[in-house]
């Protein structure tokens, strides 16, 4: 499977982005899909993740503030950013769990994900 991610830039401070993520097969029912991002210097950290059946799950420094959908007719994966942050500055990824986890806490885990894509680098500077 491949991943196509996509609308990353540059925006200001409380902006607002929508990155978009494009599986080369229809998996959305059957996999978890998940948002990660790597600020400059940084590790990979998770940012959010939506189960087959529609559970999403954030962590607490986007919780509020980024909304992760999918559509299933479009075979898209979203990630709507708002009141965005310089410390969101990053590169993000997003990745799918074929063999999904039943466990949402387990969604924060890198390894429980089969595929990645390129990456799409989001900057917010004024």
């Known amino acids: 499977v491949q991943l196509q991610a996509s609308g990353g830039g540059l925006v200001q401070p409380g902006g607002s982005l929508r990155l978009s993520c494009a599986p080369s097969?229809?998996?959305?029912?059957?996999?978890?899909m998940a948002w990660f991002r790597q600020a400059p210097g940084g590790e990979r950290e998770f940012t959010a993740a939506?189960?087959?059946?529609?559970?999403?799950v954030y962590s607490d420094s986007v919780k509020g503030r980024f909304t992760i959908s999918r559509d299933s007719a479009k075979n898209m994966v979203y990630l709507q950013m708002i009141s965005l942050k310089p410390e969101d500055t990053a590169v993000y990824y997003c990745a799918v769990d074929r063999a999904p986890v039943a466990i949402l806490s387990s969604l924060r885990d890198q390894s429980v994900y089969d595929y990645w894509g390129q990456g799409t680098e989001v900057t917010v500077s004024s």
């Open positions: 097969e229809r998996i959305l029912r059957s996999s978890n």
């Open positions: 939506i189960t087959w059946s529609g559970s999403t």
